[in-house]
Every structure is written in structure tokens, then in C-alpha cells.
């Protein structure tokens, strides 16, 4: 027992030094990875099903393979165009769109990189994830973390799983961004600020 772990922690270890920048994975389970096996669309053929549908021109945020036990299986492509967000679904056996489901967000969030148009496409950050891991890609989507617009992409490839950040503007694989965090020592010295404003209004806070 305990040789068959130090040899699965050998090969995952080799994998993430022949894999560099790249994460490994372990979100699908192994029906997933068999209903995904048997796709016989890739992502990038579901997303330009997805575009012919909606428009060459809409902003595209995600598109994730989803299995279904009674009923077909589909990739699931999010974008955005005309002020609605679309949800689109194609069939992962032949490519035919299942159903679109397009409403107007219930809250714009506005950002410095919300207009901006990624110099990457999401077809090509695909196509590099792949050149780097091999296999097909079950889930991709776009991103901005700390001023860094990039896509991460999630491959399969015999059995391992692997996430894949692809930078936005020049297409070369980059660690994931991680979220900025909050410097402890400012929070506790805004909490006491408002501790002491409270004291001096006699121990009110406006509601």
C-alpha cells in the first residue's frame, strides 16, 4: 500500500516538473471522464457552434462539458452580446445546439477591463493549453485578477487532469493570478477607527 502511494506521488510529482506552470487537477469523476471520452465534439468545435448561433461578435465567458445521467451530454457556452448573457447549449455527440436560454444580467459589474477586448482568442488559449498538456479540454473560461486578463483552462488527458492560465494579451502560459489579499494589519486599523467614531457619536452606528 504504502509503495503504490510513493509511486503515485512520484508520478505527480514528475508530471507537475515536465508540466512547469501548469496545475494538476481532480474535479471529474470517473463517470464524468468516461461520458467526456465518448464527446465526439471538442470544446472548440462546441464554441464555434455557440458563436454561429449567437454571433461571431459576442463576448465569450465560459464553456464547461456537462454529463447528464438520462439525456444527452452537452457543452455549456456563456457569452455575452446585445446587453444579454446567452447560455448555450451543445450537443457533446454531434454538435447540434440543444437549447439558448438569454436574459438580461441581474447585476453589471463594472471594471477598468470590462470593455477590453482580449488580444488572445478563447480558441487559442485553447490550442496552446492543449499543446501543453495533450488530451481535450473539459472546461474553459476568462478572467481578471489583479489587473491580469487571462484564460484558465482545464485539459484530460489519460485519466489526469490539468488547469492551464493562459495570458490573455500575449497567449504565453503564466502562473495562476491568485486573489490580492487584504493586508490584515489596515483592516484591524480601520475596525478600531470606527470603534473610536462610534464612542465619540455616544455608541450609535447609522443603520
Given at each position: 500500500m504504502k509503495k503504490s502511494v510513493k509511486t503515485f506521488a512520484a508520478t505527480l510529482l514528475a508530471s507537475v516538473i515536465a508540466f512547469g506552470a501548469v496545475s494538476v487537477a481532480n474535479a471529474m469523476s470517473p463517470?464524468?471522464?468516461e461520458?467526456?471520452?465518448k464527446a465526439q465534439i471538442s470544446a472548440a468545435q462546441a464554441l464555434s457552434a455557440a458563436q454561429n448561433k449567437i454571433g461571431t461578435e459576442a463576448k465569450v465567458k465560459e464553456i464547461e462539458f456537462n454529463h447528464v445521467s438520462y439525456g444527452k451530454d452537452y457543452f455549456r457556452v456563456e457569452m455575452f452580446a446585445g446587453g444579454q448573457k446567452h447560455k448555450?447549449?451543445?450537443?457533446?455527440?454531434?454538435g447540434e445546439i440543444l437549447g439558448v436560454e438569454s436574459k438580461m444580467p441581474k447585476k453589471v459589474k463594472v471594471s477598468p477591463n470590462a470593455d477590453a477586448v482580449p488580444k488572445v482568442t478563447f480558441?487559442?488559449?485553447m490550442e496552446t493549453a492543449l499543446a501543453k498538456t495533450g488530451g481535450k479540454v473539459t472546461e474553459a473560461d476568462f478572467n481578471v485578477k489583479n489587473g491580469t486578463t487571462f484564460y484558465k483552462?482545464?485539459?484530460l488527458n489519460n485519466g489526469q487532469e490539468f488547469i492551464v492560465a493562459v495570458d490573455a494579451d500575449n497567449g504565453q502560459v503564466i502562473d495562476m493570478p491568485r486573489k490580492a489579499k487584504k493586508d490584515k494589519r489596515h483592516n484591524h486599523h480601520e475596525k478600531h477607527e470606527r470603534h473610536e467614531r462610534s464612542q465619540n457619536e455616544?455608541?450609535?452606528r447609522p443603520n
Open positions: 463517470r464524468e471522464q461520458a467526456f471520452g448555450v447549449n451543445v450537443d457533446a455527440t454531434n480558441s487559442q488559449a483552462v482545464e485539459t455616544g455608541g450609535f
